[in-house]
Protein backbone atom coordinates (compact mmCIF):
# COMPACT_ATOMS: atom_id res chain seq x y z
CA UNK A 1 0.00 0.00 0.00
CA UNK A 2 2.68 1.69 -0.08
CA UNK A 3 2.77 5.16 -2.63
CA UNK A 4 5.95 5.38 -4.19
CA UNK A 5 7.70 8.54 -5.13
CA UNK A 6 6.73 10.75 -8.35
CA UNK A 7 10.35 10.20 -9.47
CA UNK A 8 9.35 12.40 -13.23
CA UNK A 9 8.33 15.17 -10.61
CA UNK A 10 11.27 14.70 -8.97
CA UNK A 11 13.80 14.45 -12.29
CA UNK A 12 12.43 17.33 -13.71
CA UNK A 13 12.79 19.84 -10.15
CA UNK A 14 16.87 18.18 -10.44
CA UNK A 15 17.38 19.31 -13.60
CA UNK A 16 16.42 22.79 -13.13
CA UNK A 17 18.15 22.75 -10.09
CA UNK A 18 21.18 20.65 -10.17
CA UNK A 19 23.23 23.91 -11.31
CA UNK A 20 22.37 26.35 -9.10
CA UNK A 21 22.78 24.07 -5.89
CA UNK A 22 26.27 22.73 -7.09
CA UNK A 23 27.45 26.48 -7.35
CA UNK A 24 25.98 27.68 -4.10
CA UNK A 25 27.12 25.11 -1.99
CA UNK A 26 29.63 25.82 0.42
CA UNK A 27 29.05 23.35 4.07
CA UNK A 28 30.98 20.56 3.51
CA UNK A 29 28.93 17.00 3.70
CA UNK A 30 30.08 13.51 3.96
CA UNK A 31 28.00 9.77 3.06
CA UNK A 32 28.90 7.90 6.12
CA UNK A 33 28.38 4.07 5.55
CA UNK A 34 27.69 1.25 8.41
CA UNK A 35 29.15 -1.90 7.67
CA UNK A 36 27.15 -4.04 10.82
CA UNK A 37 23.33 -4.27 11.35
CA UNK A 38 24.08 -4.71 14.96
CA UNK A 39 24.28 -1.83 17.25
CA UNK A 40 27.12 -0.88 19.39
CA UNK A 41 28.96 2.77 20.24
CA UNK A 42 32.49 1.96 21.26
CA UNK A 43 33.59 3.80 24.67
CA UNK A 44 30.38 3.28 25.64
CA UNK A 45 29.42 -0.09 25.45
CA UNK A 46 31.43 -2.56 26.95
CA UNK A 47 31.17 -4.98 23.51
CA UNK A 48 33.88 -6.13 21.19
CA UNK A 49 34.51 -3.47 18.39
CA UNK A 50 32.58 -5.13 15.41
CA UNK A 51 32.51 -1.96 13.02
CA UNK A 52 30.32 0.83 12.17
CA UNK A 53 27.32 0.78 13.21
CA UNK A 54 23.89 2.94 12.51
CA UNK A 55 24.60 4.50 16.45
CA UNK A 56 28.18 5.49 15.35
CA UNK A 57 27.39 6.83 11.99
CA UNK A 58 25.01 8.82 13.83
CA UNK A 59 27.77 9.81 15.86
CA UNK A 60 30.05 10.99 13.27
CA UNK A 61 26.99 13.21 12.05
CA UNK A 62 26.31 15.15 15.25
CA UNK A 63 29.89 15.78 15.74
CA UNK A 64 31.62 16.18 12.00
CA UNK A 65 33.95 14.20 13.53
CA UNK A 66 34.89 10.63 12.48
CA UNK A 67 37.09 9.60 16.14
CA UNK A 68 34.09 8.47 17.55
CA UNK A 69 34.62 5.14 15.08
CA UNK A 70 37.27 5.09 12.18
CA UNK A 71 35.69 1.82 11.02
CA UNK A 72 33.17 4.19 9.37
CA UNK A 73 33.49 4.32 5.84
CA UNK A 74 33.16 8.48 5.22
CA UNK A 75 33.71 9.81 1.82
CA UNK A 76 34.50 13.23 2.95
CA UNK A 77 34.48 15.73 5.75
CA UNK A 78 31.20 16.17 7.59
CA UNK A 79 29.02 18.42 7.58
CA UNK A 80 25.41 18.28 6.31
CA UNK A 81 25.68 14.75 5.88
CA UNK A 82 23.91 11.33 4.57
CA UNK A 83 23.89 8.10 6.23
CA UNK A 84 23.48 5.27 3.86
CA UNK A 85 21.86 2.11 4.91
CA UNK A 86 21.58 -1.38 3.17
CA UNK A 87 19.02 -3.58 2.77
CA UNK A 88 19.01 -5.19 6.12
CA UNK A 89 17.14 -4.82 9.49
CA UNK A 90 19.41 -2.61 12.05
CA UNK A 91 18.53 -3.88 15.48
CA UNK A 92 19.23 -1.17 18.16
CA UNK A 93 20.10 -2.77 21.42
CA UNK A 94 22.20 -0.52 23.85
CA UNK A 95 19.70 0.12 26.24
CA UNK A 96 18.75 3.06 28.20
CA UNK A 97 16.03 5.42 28.29
CA UNK A 98 15.95 9.47 28.64
CA UNK A 99 19.26 10.00 27.01
CA UNK A 100 19.44 12.35 24.26
CA UNK A 101 23.21 12.43 23.61
CA UNK A 102 22.78 9.08 21.05
CA UNK A 103 24.58 7.40 23.59
CA UNK A 104 22.08 4.73 24.60
CA UNK A 105 18.32 4.03 23.49
CA UNK A 106 16.68 6.13 21.16
CA UNK A 107 18.81 7.66 18.56
CA UNK A 108 19.35 10.60 18.78
CA UNK A 109 19.76 13.70 15.98
CA UNK A 110 21.78 16.64 17.77
CA UNK A 111 21.62 20.58 16.76
CA UNK A 112 25.56 21.08 15.77
CA UNK A 113 25.66 18.13 13.49
CA UNK A 114 23.78 20.14 10.56
CA UNK A 115 21.35 18.54 8.50
CA UNK A 116 20.84 15.16 7.55
CA UNK A 117 19.51 12.36 5.51
CA UNK A 118 18.83 8.58 6.85
CA UNK A 119 19.14 6.91 3.76
CA UNK A 120 17.79 3.58 3.35
CA UNK A 121 17.06 1.20 0.05
CA UNK A 122 13.33 1.04 0.78
CA UNK A 123 10.88 0.95 3.11
CA UNK A 124 10.50 -2.73 2.68
CA UNK A 125 14.25 -3.65 2.61
CA UNK A 126 15.73 -1.52 5.34
CA UNK A 127 14.61 -0.81 8.70
CA UNK A 128 15.43 0.37 11.86
CA UNK A 129 14.03 -2.06 14.64
CA UNK A 130 15.02 -2.35 18.09
CA UNK A 131 15.97 -6.25 20.06
CA UNK A 132 12.88 -7.94 22.16
CA UNK A 133 15.41 -9.26 24.81
CA UNK A 134 15.42 -7.50 26.99
CA UNK A 135 12.24 -5.40 25.84
CA UNK A 136 13.14 -2.11 24.63
CA UNK A 137 12.17 0.92 26.87
CA UNK A 138 12.74 3.73 24.26
CA UNK A 139 11.45 5.27 21.14
CA UNK A 140 13.68 4.77 17.79
CA UNK A 141 14.49 8.07 16.74
CA UNK A 142 14.83 11.14 18.63
CA UNK A 143 15.32 15.06 17.10
CA UNK A 144 16.24 16.96 19.55
CA UNK A 145 18.09 20.90 20.19
CA UNK A 146 17.80 20.83 16.60
CA UNK A 147 18.70 24.56 15.13
CA UNK A 148 15.33 25.87 13.85
CA UNK A 149 15.06 25.37 10.27
CA UNK A 150 17.64 22.58 10.67
CA UNK A 151 16.30 18.92 8.28
CA UNK A 152 16.15 15.68 9.13
CA UNK A 153 15.31 13.43 6.06
CA UNK A 154 13.95 9.66 7.40
CA UNK A 155 13.99 8.25 3.37
CA UNK A 156 13.43 4.71 2.05
CA UNK A 157 13.30 2.72 5.19
CA UNK A 158 11.37 1.62 7.97
CA UNK A 159 11.09 2.58 11.71
CA UNK A 160 9.38 -0.07 14.02
CA UNK A 161 9.81 -1.50 17.30
CA UNK A 162 10.18 1.56 19.38
CA UNK A 163 8.13 1.87 22.89
CA UNK A 164 8.50 4.65 25.56
CA UNK A 165 6.59 6.05 28.28
CA UNK A 166 7.12 8.91 27.06
CA UNK A 167 5.97 10.83 23.64
CA UNK A 168 6.87 9.43 20.07
CA UNK A 169 6.95 6.04 20.06
CA UNK A 170 8.76 5.86 16.42
CA UNK A 171 9.91 9.17 16.05
CA UNK A 172 9.78 12.15 18.31
CA UNK A 173 10.74 16.05 16.94
CA UNK A 174 11.27 18.42 19.38
CA UNK A 175 12.84 20.65 16.64
CA UNK A 176 13.78 21.57 13.22
CA UNK A 177 12.03 20.12 10.31
CA UNK A 178 11.60 16.15 9.71
CA UNK A 179 10.64 15.05 6.54
CA UNK A 180 9.54 11.20 5.61
CA UNK A 181 10.15 10.23 2.17
CA UNK A 182 8.98 6.75 1.15
CA UNK A 183 9.00 5.51 4.52
CA UNK A 184 7.37 3.44 6.58
CA UNK A 185 6.61 4.21 10.75
CA UNK A 186 4.46 1.12 11.86
CA UNK A 187 4.43 -1.30 15.13
CA UNK A 188 5.65 1.67 17.76
CA UNK A 189 3.88 2.19 20.81
CA UNK A 190 3.72 5.28 23.20
CA UNK A 191 2.56 5.86 26.77
CA UNK A 192 2.33 8.86 25.49
CA UNK A 193 1.13 10.94 23.02
CA UNK A 194 1.91 10.59 19.32
CA UNK A 195 2.45 6.47 18.94
CA UNK A 196 4.14 6.71 15.41
CA UNK A 197 5.24 10.36 15.47
CA UNK A 198 5.27 13.41 17.75
CA UNK A 199 6.31 16.66 16.13
CA UNK A 200 6.35 18.66 19.51
CA UNK A 201 5.45 22.52 19.62
CA UNK A 202 9.03 23.65 19.16
CA UNK A 203 9.50 21.69 16.17
CA UNK A 204 8.96 23.47 12.56
CA UNK A 205 7.65 21.15 10.53
CA UNK A 206 6.27 17.81 9.38
CA UNK A 207 6.28 16.06 6.50
CA UNK A 208 4.86 13.05 5.43
CA UNK A 209 5.50 12.04 1.80
CA UNK A 210 4.82 9.13 -0.03
CA UNK A 211 4.88 7.19 3.34
CA UNK A 212 2.64 5.18 5.12
CA UNK A 213 2.13 5.43 9.45
CA UNK A 214 0.46 2.46 10.37
CA UNK A 215 -0.39 0.25 13.73
CA UNK A 216 1.02 2.07 15.94
CA UNK A 217 -0.85 3.07 19.65
CA UNK A 218 -0.63 5.67 21.83
CA UNK A 219 -2.00 6.28 25.55
CA UNK A 220 -2.57 9.30 27.01
CA UNK A 221 -5.25 12.19 26.84
CA UNK A 222 -4.32 14.05 23.68
CA UNK A 223 -3.85 10.59 21.78
CA UNK A 224 -3.07 10.57 17.84
CA UNK A 225 -2.16 7.06 17.80
CA UNK A 226 -0.48 7.39 14.58
CA UNK A 227 0.64 11.03 14.63
CA UNK A 228 0.10 14.01 17.16
CA UNK A 229 1.52 17.43 15.72
CA UNK A 230 1.96 21.03 16.71
CA UNK A 231 3.03 22.20 13.44
CA UNK A 232 3.05 22.78 9.31
CA UNK A 233 1.95 19.54 8.71
CA UNK A 234 2.17 17.96 4.91
CA UNK A 235 0.80 14.56 4.06
CA UNK A 236 0.91 14.19 0.27
CA UNK A 237 0.10 10.40 -1.33
CA UNK A 238 -0.05 8.79 2.08
CA UNK A 239 -1.14 6.29 4.22
CA UNK A 240 -2.45 6.90 8.55
CA UNK A 241 -3.45 3.25 8.67
CA UNK A 242 -4.50 0.97 11.58
CA UNK A 243 -3.52 3.26 14.34
CA UNK A 244 -4.95 3.04 18.20
CA UNK A 245 -5.32 5.64 20.62
CA UNK A 246 -6.37 4.48 24.16
CA UNK A 247 -6.81 6.34 27.22
CA UNK A 248 -9.95 7.33 29.68
CA UNK A 249 -11.21 9.40 27.11
CA UNK A 250 -9.61 8.38 23.74
CA UNK A 251 -8.78 11.17 21.08
CA UNK A 252 -7.62 11.29 17.78
CA UNK A 253 -6.78 7.01 16.47
CA UNK A 254 -5.09 8.31 13.66
CA UNK A 255 -4.25 11.79 13.64
CA UNK A 256 -4.55 14.47 17.14
CA UNK A 257 -3.71 18.40 15.56
CA UNK A 258 -2.80 20.37 19.11
CA UNK A 259 -1.29 24.07 19.50
CA UNK A 260 -0.73 26.10 16.55
CA UNK A 261 -1.18 22.39 13.94
CA UNK A 262 -2.20 23.43 10.54
CA UNK A 263 -2.39 20.17 8.62
CA UNK A 264 -2.50 19.76 4.21
CA UNK A 265 -3.58 16.46 3.49
CA UNK A 266 -3.47 15.07 -0.11
CA UNK A 267 -3.53 12.32 -2.52
CA UNK A 268 -4.08 10.58 0.79
CA UNK A 269 -5.81 7.55 3.05
CA UNK A 270 -7.11 7.75 6.57
CA UNK A 271 -8.52 4.60 7.35
CA UNK A 272 -9.34 1.88 10.13
CA UNK A 273 -8.01 3.92 12.72
CA UNK A 274 -9.49 3.66 16.48
CA UNK A 275 -9.84 5.96 19.70
CA UNK A 276 -10.91 3.43 22.65
CA UNK A 277 -11.72 4.53 25.69
CA UNK A 278 -11.24 2.98 28.36
CA UNK A 279 -13.16 4.75 30.89
CA UNK A 280 -16.95 6.09 30.58
CA UNK A 281 -15.53 9.36 29.00
CA UNK A 282 -16.73 9.42 24.79
CA UNK A 283 -14.26 8.69 22.57
CA UNK A 284 -13.65 10.85 19.63
CA UNK A 285 -11.97 11.40 16.74
CA UNK A 286 -11.62 7.80 15.48
CA UNK A 287 -9.31 9.49 12.59
CA UNK A 288 -8.44 12.81 13.12
CA UNK A 289 -9.06 14.47 16.64
CA UNK A 290 -8.23 18.53 16.12
CA UNK A 291 -7.67 19.80 19.22
CA UNK A 292 -6.71 23.11 17.89
CA UNK A 293 -5.12 24.64 14.85
CA UNK A 294 -6.40 24.03 11.10
CA UNK A 295 -6.54 21.23 8.74
CA UNK A 296 -6.94 21.27 4.98
CA UNK A 297 -7.90 17.70 3.06
CA UNK A 298 -8.06 17.28 -0.50
CA UNK A 299 -8.57 14.39 -3.31
CA UNK A 300 -8.29 11.71 -0.15
CA UNK A 301 -10.59 9.49 1.62
CA UNK A 302 -11.51 8.92 5.06
CA UNK A 303 -13.06 5.89 5.72
CA UNK A 304 -13.32 2.84 8.27
CA UNK A 305 -12.14 4.79 11.50
CA UNK A 306 -14.11 4.06 14.50
CA UNK A 307 -14.58 5.10 18.32
CA UNK A 308 -15.17 2.28 20.67
CA UNK A 309 -15.74 2.20 24.53
CA UNK A 310 -16.53 4.96 27.51
CA UNK A 311 -20.66 5.57 28.10
CA UNK A 312 -21.37 7.19 24.36
CA UNK A 313 -18.97 8.04 21.31
CA UNK A 314 -18.85 10.27 19.07
CA UNK A 315 -16.56 11.49 16.08
CA UNK A 316 -15.92 8.16 14.12
CA UNK A 317 -13.94 9.96 11.71
CA UNK A 318 -13.35 13.36 12.65
CA UNK A 319 -13.67 15.34 15.71
CA UNK A 320 -13.26 19.32 15.63
CA UNK A 321 -12.75 21.41 18.84
CA UNK A 322 -11.55 24.25 20.28
CA UNK A 323 -11.28 27.22 17.65
CA UNK A 324 -9.96 24.69 15.20
CA UNK A 325 -10.94 25.13 11.34
CA UNK A 326 -11.65 21.81 8.80
CA UNK A 327 -11.56 22.20 5.32
CA UNK A 328 -12.49 19.15 3.21
CA UNK A 329 -12.40 19.25 -0.55
CA UNK A 330 -13.02 16.49 -3.53
CA UNK A 331 -12.67 13.68 -0.61
CA UNK A 332 -14.83 11.30 1.11
CA UNK A 333 -15.60 10.40 4.45
CA UNK A 334 -17.50 7.33 4.29
CA UNK A 335 -17.57 3.63 6.66
CA UNK A 336 -16.92 5.74 9.96
CA UNK A 337 -18.36 4.14 13.03
CA UNK A 338 -19.52 5.42 16.26
CA UNK A 339 -22.22 2.38 17.01
CA UNK A 340 -24.06 1.15 20.26
CA UNK A 341 -26.16 2.59 21.98
CA UNK A 342 -24.76 5.89 22.79
CA UNK A 343 -23.29 6.18 19.50
CA UNK A 344 -24.01 10.02 17.69
CA UNK A 345 -21.90 11.24 14.41
CA UNK A 346 -20.68 8.71 12.64
CA UNK A 347 -18.54 10.65 10.70
CA UNK A 348 -17.87 14.17 11.76
CA UNK A 349 -18.04 15.45 15.33
CA UNK A 350 -18.18 19.61 15.24
CA UNK A 351 -18.38 20.72 18.45
CA UNK A 352 -16.71 24.41 18.17
CA UNK A 353 -15.09 25.71 15.35
CA UNK A 354 -15.44 25.60 12.07
CA UNK A 355 -16.04 22.64 9.35
CA UNK A 356 -16.05 23.76 5.63
CA UNK A 357 -17.45 21.27 2.84
CA UNK A 358 -16.27 21.41 -0.45
CA UNK A 359 -17.15 18.52 -2.95
CA UNK A 360 -17.28 16.47 -0.04
CA UNK A 361 -19.14 13.16 0.12
CA UNK A 362 -20.21 12.23 3.47
CA UNK A 363 -21.77 9.41 4.01
CA UNK A 364 -22.93 6.37 4.75
CA UNK A 365 -21.37 6.72 8.35
CA UNK A 366 -23.25 3.87 10.47
CA UNK A 367 -24.75 5.29 13.69
CA UNK A 368 -26.93 8.32 14.08
CA UNK A 369 -25.66 10.85 12.01
CA UNK A 370 -22.82 11.40 9.77
CA UNK A 371 -22.50 14.95 10.93
CA1 LIG B 1 32.28 0.18 16.42
CA1 LIG C 1 26.84 16.43 10.39
CA1 LIG D 1 16.53 10.75 23.25
CA1 LIG E 1 19.34 8.14 23.19
Known sequence: MLFRPRLGLILGICAICVCPLAT????????ITPNILTDELDNTNTGTDLGCSLREALSIANTDSTAVEPACAVDSAPGDD???????TYVLSVAGSNDDANATGDLDVIASGGDLTIDGTGAGTTSIDTTDSPAWADRVL?????????????????????????????????????????????????????????????????????????????????????????????IDSSSIIGNHATYNQALGGGITAVDVADITVTDSLIANNVAQSTGSAAPRGGGI?????????????????????????????????????????????????????GGTAGGIRLEAGTVNLVHATIAPNPSGRSV
Open 142 to 234: NQVSAASGTPLVVRELTITGGNTGNFGGGILAHAGSLTLESARVTGNAAFGNGGGIDSRTGADSLSILDSQIDSNSSTLGDGGGGVQTANLTT
Open 24 to 31: AASATAAT
Open 289 to 341: NMKSGSATIRNSTISGNEVLGGASRTGGAVRVAGASTVTIVNSTVSDNKAELS
Open 82 to 88: TISLGTG
